[in-house]
């Protein structure tokens, strides 16, 4: 699994953007585990499946 | 032979009872050949959220000690659960009994581990009885965890055939870095080998890329196999 930094650039009720300023590789049926890594309680922010590149 | 990665959390010592110290950063390996089996449990440093993140997304099956409510293991069941992890063990402990261990693991993939004591012999009897799915008829995916530059070898990487069959002098895609590179040799548990299976532990001596370029989290793909995105 990468872990690299990224940034939420929108939000929708069932999606978000985000961008990286590093490549990302995964396949179409990869999870995404967004954390916060400076989170003093819970660090897992969620988790999410491509819609698109 | 039948590979079984296995991540274990909250117990710093039951890796030991459970294999042979290999590999060791801030995930600690064990391996253990076993009759027909080969097991090599993965144990994240300080409960390391990186390394942690590296172990559930490598793994077949999970063993968690139930040692104490925290945020670190509320944090482990939720990880494993969004990766659906639901072969594994759920220790009990003083502080977590069978019915408290199923109220916390109640509505997630956990709910299907083996809730049992901690008796390194019963859970090895345990492992042999999962078979995970093994996407042996796909292109190779190999997912780096380690990588370090042995003299008169070259760059070697440490990871795990996720799909597929790697074999001796394939010409695979090293992303992120978007390298064309080659397999130079196979080895398993310290072995020789000519191809590796999904589900295996390798070490690949790599040719084609350097080092910087064989970072934890990459992925050895045949090309088009993987999408890389930057946006």
């Known amino acids: 699994m990468q872990t690299v930094p990224i940034t939420i650039t929108e939000k929708s009720e069932t999606s978000i953007a985000i961008e990286s300023e590093k490549s990302i590789a995964y396949t179409p049926d990869d999870t995404f585990l967004l954390l916060d890594l400076n989170a003093k309680k819970m660090r897992i922010i969620g988790k999410a499946r491509a819609l698109q590149n | 032979m039948k590979h079984l990665t296995v991540g274990v959390f909250h117990d710093d010592t039951i890796g030991r009872e459970l294999g042979k110290k290999g590999t060791e950063s801030d995930i600690v390996m064990f391996n253990r050949k076993m009759d027909e089996h080969i097991f ?13 993140s590296q172990i ?7 063993i968690v000690a139930f040692t104490g409510t925290t945020r670190e293991l509320g944090e482990t069941v939720v990880m494993l659960d969004s990766l659906g992890i639901s072969d594994g063990i759920a220790v009990t402990s003083l502080y977590a009994t069978p019915d408290q261990i199923a109220a916390v693991t109640k509505d997630t993939s956990l709910e299907s581990f083996i809730v049992g004591k901690r008796d390194p012999i019963k859970i090895l009897e345990v492992l042999k009885g999962f078979n995970p799915e093994r996407g042996t008829n796909f292109s190779p ?3 780096v965890d380690h990588s370090f530059s042995v ?3 070259g760059e070697v990487i440490l990871g795990f055939v996720k799909k ?3 074999r001796k002098y394939d010409k695979l895609t090293l992303l992120p870095a978007n390298k064309e590179v080659m397999v130079r040799s196979i080895q398993i548990q310290d072995e020789n080998h000519e191809q590796a299976e999904a589900g295996s532990r390798v070490g690949l001596a790599m040719k084609g890329a350097p080092i910087e370029d064989l970072k934890r989290g990459s992925v050895l793909c045949a090309l088009t196999a ?5 946006r």
Do not use: N, W
């Not at chain 2, 559930?56 to 999970?62: F, G, K, Q, T």
């Not at chain 2, 993987?226 to 930057?230: A, G, H, K, N, T």
């Open chain 2, 141 to 143: 995916t190999v997912v």
């Open chain 2, 56 to 62: 559930i997304s490598s793994i077949d099956a999970a």
């Open chain 2, 151 to 153: 003299r008169g070898v």
């Open chain 2, 40 to 52: 090599t449990f993965m144990c994240p440093v300080e409960d390391k959220l990186s390394a942690k």
């Open chain 2, 226 to 230: 993987l999408r890389q995105v930057q």
């Open chain 2, 164 to 166: 597929g069959i790697v």
